[in-house]
């Protein structure tokens, strides 16, 4: 009898067990948010619908629910199986940017400061979705810059101590203004109903004043203060500084910083040149550039060789001017005033990858590596980007976050293989990006434009002349100028050394109009029959040059009718009529193809030519 | 010392900065200015150094460290 009792005992405090354990894997949630991306048209968004057999809903009413293509469909809660294989499969979507599920405490966080409304940045980088999953709770940030005043609307941010190298002193209080709105950005405090937000409002500021009242900083009063930084704890160093010269104690601050495991960020600078201030440029350095509202390059920003990232930093107008980052500091004039300025700059952009950065790390995500993986991968990446203007692209608080708070249930080993995998799609397939800064070229596509010119040839070569080989270097060389250029030098990029020379080395000849420009729709003047042709006129006495013509027709041939069909980019002065630029492309193809044709022709049915090319 | 020729403006990057602006389009951040110097649209010509070793939260050019200025006619 005491035996059954103690067995009923036991059993009893398993099921309790079992019962806690399951209780605790299953967060409620009846229903799963499918965010589309945003270019995705409500006939894609239904025909996905249909394939799926999803009775699909906008997620509100609102516009932010519409512009973001923010879905929301019903599940059966005890079907959590396959509702995880749907919702994998989902994620695998091209138009889905991602699908999880709708956890009943998910309701997208929007603070109720004053003046978040003015906050354009903040939902440029989708702040709301990612607050839902971190607020920055427990990383310490150390502001590097003119020191941090604790006006009104950091009174909730939590503070450590920190260290004035201006001063030598314990109190690095701002006298200037810079470092308290950089502060801000990061760790404003949030939904006290007061002034603006701030990204991680919950992470921990540490204030190191290291640039004096007017903004100027000594070199070795930044390197101290950087390693102050690392070594008392702080997890992440704010940057909001440069300067034009290298220094190899700032190169050996940063590495140290970053060997004891701290993210370091740091801004562009504001010079618009393609010469990345230091310590931006640096190894193991984040550095960003900055964007404005509608999310292009600001006119000040510097980009090129360097450039990781792009993040809201403000492009202000006369008429405009909350056009900046507006955040709280101290009136420059009067350093017991605070006020709420709109301010500008790389400065401004770099505490917004610093905050989302403390996000991702409050995941548990430490390592400084991981974090700018993150970061990079999560970033939307710039079509046609061929200056390096946005680095990875432009910074997403939600999908980092998403992508962070996913980080510890996977294998570590398939994760890498599955960033490896998206980072080859997101920058363009193999981009070394030290040498080979300059965005993405297109490998396939050029590869396929080369092949095509060679089968073309064959096809010529088949139809005129079966017996009599003539792939001799000029036709060859015409074929490689007309089809992909030497396309790797695009992507060339020498520290210091202006881009254009590389991005016109490296240009085929339908390129070449548009090489040097933001684009990569091609100039009808350059991507047509007119080059080859005049040049065909020109050349078509002479013995050998006349071969690299009819290289150069059969080169574009394959350019032209690859661009006008499989890998249509547009035509300039084409407007946006998709069918006419593809038809002026595909004419001109078959135009340069019928030149090949008869110039072939016309060389071989001269003896000379053909005795002198033949094998 | 060198002597650098240009026009005196303030630019709104940042939380603001005080440049030279030299005929070729360049900015130079100018560091221990005296106030009379600090005047909107300003021609002058500044003795001065620059300082490579020094940072700024504006990041607009170069460091010039005025030692005297003299207006030009």
């Known amino acids: 009898m005491k035996f059954r009792r103690w067995l009923g005992l036991c059993c009893a405090c398993l099921m309790a067990l079992l019962l806690t354990a399951c209780g605790k894997g299953s967060t409620p949630y009846d229903s799963i948010v499918v965010n589309f991306v945003n270019t995705a048209t409500p006939a894609q968004i239904s025909a996905i619908a249909k394939e799926y057999n999803l009775p699909l809903r906008l997620s509100s009413a609102s516009d932010f629910a519409r512009n973001e293509a923010i879905y929301l469909f019903d599940v059966d809660a005890s079907q959590q199986g396959s509702t995880r294989r749907l919702i994998k499969r989902l994620t695998d979507e091209a138009l889905i940017e991602y699908a999880h599920p709708n956890y009943q405490f998910q309701a997208a966080f929007v603070p109720n400061d004053r003046l978040y409304p003015q906050q354009w940045n903040l939902r440029a980088i989708h702040m709301p979705e990612a607050w839902d999953i971190s607020q920055g709770e427990g990383v310490t940030v150390a502001v590097v810059d003119t020191g941090v005043t604790r006006v009104p609307d950091l009174a909730q941010t939590e503070f450590v101590k920190g260290y004035d190298f201006v001063d030598d002193d314990d109190n690095p209080e701002d006298l200037q203004g810079h470092g308290t709105h950089v502060a801000g950005t990061i760790a404003q405090s949030t939904n006290n109903t007061l002034g603006v937000a701030g990204i991680a409002f919950k992470a921990k500021i540490m204030p190191v004043r290291v640039l004096d009242a007017n903004g100027f900083g000594s070199l070795s009063d930044v390197v101290e203060g950087i390693r102050y930084a690392a070594d008392h704890g702080a997890t992440i160093i704010n940057l909001s500084l440069g300067s034009r010269a290298s220094a190899q104690l700032m190169q050996e601050a940063v590495t140290y910083a970053h060997n004891k495991g701290v993210t370091v960020i740091a801004a562009a600078g504001n010079e618009n040149s393609n010469q990345v201030s230091f310590p931006a440029r640096y190894e193991h350095v984040i550095a960003v550039s900055a964007t404005g509202p509608n999310g292009e390059k600001a006119p000040y920003s510097n980009y090129g060789v360097g450039v990781d990232i792009s993040a809201p930093g403000g492009a202000k107008t006369p008429d405009h001017p909350e056009y900046g980052i507006l955040q709280q500091t101290i009136n420059r004039r009067n350093p017991n005033e605070a006020v709420f300025a709109y301010f500008q700059g790389t400065s401004m952009a770099t505490p917004h990858v610093v905050g989302v950065a403390a996000l991702i790390q409050a995941q548990g995500v430490k390592d400084p590596d991981k974090v700018e993986q993150i970061l990079k991968m999560s970033a939307t990446p710039v079509q046609g980007d061929k200056q390096n203007f946005y680095g990875a692209g432009r910074l997403d608080a939600a999908r980092a976050l998403a992508r962070a708070s996913g980080q510890q249930e996977e294998n570590p080993l398939v994760l890498w293989f599955k960033d490896f995998l998206q980072y080859l799609n997101n920058n363009g397939y193999l981009n070394p990006r030290f040498w080979f800064d300059g965005g993405p070229i297109a490998l396939v596509p050029k590869l396929l434009m080369v092949v095509g010119g060679y089968i073309i040839l064959v096809l010529i070569r088949w139809w005129l002349a079966p017996k009599r080989l003539f792939a001799s270097v000029p036709l060859l060389a015409g074929i490689l100028l007309g089809s992909a250029g030497l396309f790797p030098l695009q992507g060339l990029a020498i520290v210091g050394a202006p881009r254009w020379p590389f991005q016109l080395a490296g240009s085929s000849l339908p390129e070449l109009g548009t090489a040097l420009a933001q684009t990569h729709a091609l100039n009808p003047l350059f991507a047509s029959v007119l080059i080859p042709g005049l040049l065909m006129l020109l050349l078509l006495g002479h013995r050998r040059w006349r071969w690299a013509v009819v290289g150069l027709c059969v080169g574009m041939a394959s350019h032209l009718l690859l661009s006008g069909s499989l890998f249509y980019e547009g035509v300039v002065w084409f407007g946006s009529s998709a069918w006419l630029g593809r038809s002026f492309l595909l004419l001109n193809g078959v135009l340069c193809l019928g030149l090949a044709y008869l110039g072939a022709q016309a060389s071989l049915e001269q003896p000379s030519t053909a005795l002198a090319l033949r094998k | ?73």
């Open chain 2, 1 to 73: 010392m060198q002597e650098y020729s240009g026009k005196i403006e303030f630019l709104d990057i940042e939380s603001g900065v005080w440049v030279l602006t030299v005929p070729s389009g360049e900015h130079y951040a100018l560091f221990r200015a005296p106030k009379d110097l600090l005047q909107e649209g300003l021609q002058v010509t500044i003795q001065g150094q620059v300082k490579p070793d020094m940072l700024t939260v504006a990041q607009v050019g170069p460091v010039l460290e005025v030692k005297s200025f003299k207006l030009q006619p």
